[in-house]
């Protein structure tokens, strides 16, 4: 057994001693499932390039960034005018690159008899301005809302897009990731929630209109990629200053054809690839 | 007996049987509430053992326990996580050993009970145990983090980005020592006053000075105590997952650590990240519960044998 | 038998030897003191720096506040915003929500199950009874985190019927399990530390064992219960993981025991990662964790003074 662990031990030193490069991927929890597969990819046909990525929400990501703890920030949101300043003081100039679509989607329990909600409504139920299903159409229940944790960009989107900057109820309860908020809406009858659409199981889709008079929505990678559904945005790769060497490649690989098949097979959708294209560093 | 006397001591019996029953009846209503509360308690430790094993069972294989995961935590094993929690209580335990240990010496040997210094450390030691878990994971990011990483790092490495000023297995080691320390300090000075005075007097006697008494007798004397301190020190360090969120714990790590400044992957970290954020609750259920049963194998087998080693030197003491 | 033979050793190693101890004894004093200090010295700005003040002054992290003009004043918690709100008031309640839950549950059953153990069991049952609650204790506070949101969660839900899955009853329940082995020991080590003179004197006037318990033990060891609850209150305010994973973490002000509840230690640890060091948000989480730590420091601080002077007035020593 002693034997077993120091030979271990030696193993992974060695490996430790043979990659080269290191590059450190922080951020959106939204994000972080790409990055991880894109990291295994590249890996792959990298070897002496070690990757690792964690998540931790988009804010995260950015303070880390901005505290130059790590290369590249996965965001789910723009960096805000604050936190753009913040940078500048400290000497970090920002480059900001797509690299991939989503649409956040709101989550409703397969028994939840409403199928489609308005902007308004959805405002209304996140500030806690409505508290019952019935007022929205439904049955006579007290609404449960899972939001995020405020360091997450969905939650800031959401904030800045869907409720106007309104603050969000103290009631809604606050979770750590999409993953959670899917998993409490599929237990919950009536639970509602949001994140990005690529996490959706045991839950479904409540199409999204603007405005009562707009037709509804479901989020898909058509209706995302279109623009037609009204959640749409960017998700960002954040790196301090233009990306070079191996943080290039990377960047290049991830935009490249192969990089967005491979988003596209794990449920996100892939930029248009003329925009991959032109965001790509020569 | 004459009548009277009689009498009396029918009196005397009747009150006795009465006082008996009522002895017996009286005590047995808290007896009853207490007995219900032992047992309402070992209830609740059996439920939550009884769940953690049925859900963890089935997962628990040698591939389990050797593999990384796969597929995004649906698949695979926890094999990082087990290297990366041993290899943090080893750093941690190399630490805090030599400081307990020395300073439950000094408290034993080096002062007087009632001076000003030992009521100063004693009560040092005492609230070291009760601060928050979360208070020392702020801590190692302000201390040990930004001021001594990042001292390091302006010292010696100001052209490249953070090398030790970020967080790394070193830094949680050390957290994890200083909230360990009093666990330490405490069952050594137990085994310390089990030490038969006179076999330290005869040491004086014979001309040894406080150093070699120390070295040659005191420890040697003192090593179960100081085993079950580090042994306890390891099961808590090992489950502390507060102190070690921003001090150098990550959730997916294509590597294993291989230098102090490097971060790494932890069962409690792992158990917390997973219930919490794992995409597919369902299919990482079976694996969270493993990785649970296994941190709670860990954590009671090490308590088992420091309570083993506990009893057997409090018998010695006894005999 | 160690070998008593001594070479003289020079006089220059004595003192380093000396000097090492020493200093190693002073690293409980000084660690504490560090993790005040660095702490501190990170949540100073809100005492001096403008620009923090601006968003969270002692005032305004301490009484409603109008945030939006014509808008009713209130409590808010929601530091990401474009009004930033930092009232501290929403975590507060949270906080001793969960723990007075805790104290509710354990506090019974703690001094119920030490009663027994101290004056009913068998010296059998009582050597059971330590393992199992040391086992309870050893149980880090992630696996009881993880049991609440699992499994008590739900069956609460069940049973109680309630709108919130995750709240205050089901983290102050799971808080209750990790705080009953400090009031527990506490509390146990207390009345077996009776003296037995008081015990004998109860039974030669003729008392029942509960009477002995009820008329001499439980009075005498009253303070020294106090003190265990005292700690396990401690504990409850300071935890961090159990609430992270099981309260709901909203910031919600009402009276409600059975809504989601948002602590200072989940808080901390919630928001910690996302902060740029330096910043507003940054230098009030580490207000909180200054909160934190004096507050735990001040109970934990009381509870020792207290056994100190019973354990003075049992030994008939100063200490």
Redesign the interface.
């Known amino acids: 057994m002693k034997k077993f662990l120091f030979l271990s031990i030696l193993a992974v030193m060695a490996i430790g001693l043979m990659a080269n490069t290191t590059i450190t991927i922080k951020g959106s929890d939204t994000l972080v499932r790409l990055g991880q597969r894109w990291a295994e990819e590249y890996m792959k046909h990298n070897p002496e390039t070690v990757i690792q990525v964690s998540g931790g929400g988009s804010g995260t990501g950015i303070a880390a960034l901005l505290n130059g703890a790590t290369d590249i920030c996965e965001s789910s949101r723009d960096m805000k005018e604050k936190e753009y300043k913040m940078a500048k003081d400290k000497g970090i100039e920002t480059y900001r690159v797509a690299v991939a679509l989503d649409g956040i989607a709101v989550f409703l329990n397969e028994k939840n008899p409403i199928n489609t909600l308005t902007f308004d409504q959805l405002k209304g139920i996140y500030t806690g301005a409505i508290t019952n299903w019935k007022e929205v159409g439904g049955v006579d229940a007290r609404i449960i809302v899972y939001s995020r944790e405020n360091n997450s960009g969905t939650y800031v989107f959401f904030k800045e897009h869907v409720l106007d900057e309104e603050d969000f109820s103290q009631y809604a309860q606050t979770l750590p990731g999409t993953a959670a908020v899917v998993n409490a809406v599929s237990r919950d009858e009536y639970g509602i929630g949001y994140g990005g659409i690529a996490w959706a199981t045991g839950v479904k889709f409540a199409a999204v209109a603007k405005t009562a008079e707009d037709k509804a929505i479901l989020p898909s990678n058509e209706t995302v990629s279109s623009g037609e559904y009204p959640i749409s945005r960017d998700l960002y790769w954040f790196f301090n200053g233009k990306p070079t060497g191996e943080l290039k490649n990377l960047l290049n690989w991830a935009l490249s054809e192969a990089g967005q098949k491979l988003a596209g097979e794990i449920d996100y959708v892939p930029l248009p690839k003329e925009r991959a294209e032109k965001n790509m560093i020569q | 007996m004459k009548a009277h006397e009689s009498t009396i001591s029918y009196g005397h019996d009747l009150l006795a049987t009465n006082l008996e029953f009522k002895e017996k009846t009286r005590g047995l209503i808290p007896r009853g509430l207490t007995l219900a509360a032992v047992i309402l308690i070992v209830l609740m430790l059996g439920v939550i053992m009884f769940n953690v094993i049925i859900g963890g069972i089935g997962i628990i294989s040698w591939e389990f326990v050797s593999h990384p995961p796969e597929q995004g935590m649906e698949e695979g094993g926890v094999f990082p996580a087990i290297f990366g929690t041993v290899a943090l209580v080893i750093l941690m335990v190399i630490a805090v050993v030599p400081i307990g240990v020395l300073t439950a010496i000094y408290l034993h040997e080096y002062t007087s009970p009632t001076s000003k210094i030992t009521r100063l450390i004693r009560v040092a030691i005492a609230n070291l145990a009760g601060v928050p878990s979360i208070v020392f994971g702020l801590f190692g990011l302000g201390f040990f983090i930004a001021f001594i990483g990042g001292g390091l790092d302006w010292l010696f490495y100001s052209s490249e980005g953070p090398v030790w000023g970020q967080p790394a297995i070193i830094w949680a080691a050390l957290t994890l020592a200083l909230l360990t320390l009093p666990v330490v300090i405490v069952s050594t000075e137990e085994a310390l006053r089990t030490i038969p005075r006179e076999l330290i007097e005869a040491s004086y006697a014979l001309g040894g000075t406080k150093l070699q008494t120390i070295i040659r007798i005191i420890i040697p004397q003192a090593l179960p105590g100081i085993l079950t301190g580090s042994i306890l020190a390891v099961s808590r360090g090992a489950g502390e997952v507060a102190p070690i969120m921003f001090t150098g714990a990550a959730y997916y790590l294509p590597y294993l650590p291989s230098k102090l400044n490097d971060q790494f992957m932890e069962l409690g970290y792992h158990i917390y990240v997973m219930a919490t954020q794992s995409p597919n609750i369902e299919a990482t259920k079976p694996i969270l519960y493993g990785t649970v049963l296994v941190l709670l194998v860990l954590t009671f087998l090490l308590n088992f044998v420091a309570i083993y080693i506990r009893s057997s030197m409090r018998k010695k003491r006894a005999a | 038998m160690?070998?008593?033979?001594?070479k003289p050793?020079s006089k220059f190693?004595?003192f380093v030897?000396?000097k090492?101890?020493?200093i190693?004894?002073?690293?409980?004093?000084i660690?504490?003191?560090?993790?005040f200090v660095?702490?501190f010295?990170?949540a100073l700005p809100v005492f001096t720096n403008s620009e923090v003040q601006e968003e969270a002054s002692l005032d305004k992290m301490t009484f409603k506040q109008e945030y939006y003009e014509g808008r009713e004043a209130k409590y808010?918690w929601?530091?990401?915003?474009?009004v930033p709100?930092y009232s501290l008031y929403?975590l507060f309640l949270g906080t001793i929500k969960a723990a007075i839950i805790a104290m509710l549950f354990a506090a019974?059953?703690?001094?119920?199950?030490a009663?027994?153990?101290s004056?009913?069991a068998s010296r059998r049952m009582r050597e059971t009874?330590k393992?199992?609650?040391?086992?309870?204790a050893?149980?880090?506070?992630?696996?009881?985190?993880?049991?609440a949101?699992?499994?008590l969660a739900?069956f609460l839900q069940n049973v109680l019927g309630l709108?919130?899955?995750?709240n205050a009853l089901n983290a102050g329940i799971a808080l209750g399990?990790a705080v009953?082995p400090i009031i527990f020991t506490v509390a146990e080590d207390a009345m077996t530390s009776v003296p037995r003179s008081l015990r004998e004197a109860a039974i030669a006037l003729g008392a029942?064992?509960?009477?002995v318990?009820?008329t001499m033990v439980l009075p005498a060891a009253l303070p020294g219960i106090a003190a265990g609850v005292v700690?396990g209150f401690?504990?409850a305010?300071?935890?961090?993981?159990i609430v992270?994973?099981a309260s709901?973490?909203?910031?919600?002000?009402s009276a409600s025991f059975v809504?989601?509840v948002?602590t200072f230690?989940a808080t901390?640890?919630?928001?910690?990662?996302?902060?740029?060091?330096g910043?507003t948000h940054y230098t009030v989480?580490?207000f909180i964790?200054t909160l934190?730590?004096v507050f735990?420091?001040a109970?934990?601080?009381g509870g020792?003074l207290v056994l100190g002077r019973i354990k003075e007035k049992l030994q008939g020593r100063?200490?």
Do not use: C, D, H
């Open positions: 160690p070998e008593l033979v001594f050793k190693w004595e030897g000396a090492i101890i020493s190693s004894a002073l690293s409980a004093l660690g504490i003191l560090l993790i660095f702490i010295k990170e808010s929601q530091p990401n915003s474009t709100k929403p019974p059953l703690g001094i119920g199950a009663i027994y153990s004056e009913f009874i393992p199992v609650i040391e086992l309870l050893a149980i880090p506070s992630v696996v009881l985190g993880f049991f949101l699992i499994v739900t709108t919130f899955r995750l399990l009953i029942n064992p509960w009477q318990s009820m700690l401690g504990r305010i300071g935890e961090t993981m992270l994973m709901g973490n909203a910031a919600i002000v809504e989601s948002r230690s901390i640890a919630a928001e910690l990662a996302e902060v740029v060091f910043s989480l580490f964790g934190l730590f735990t420091f109970i934990n601080l020792e100063t200490q």
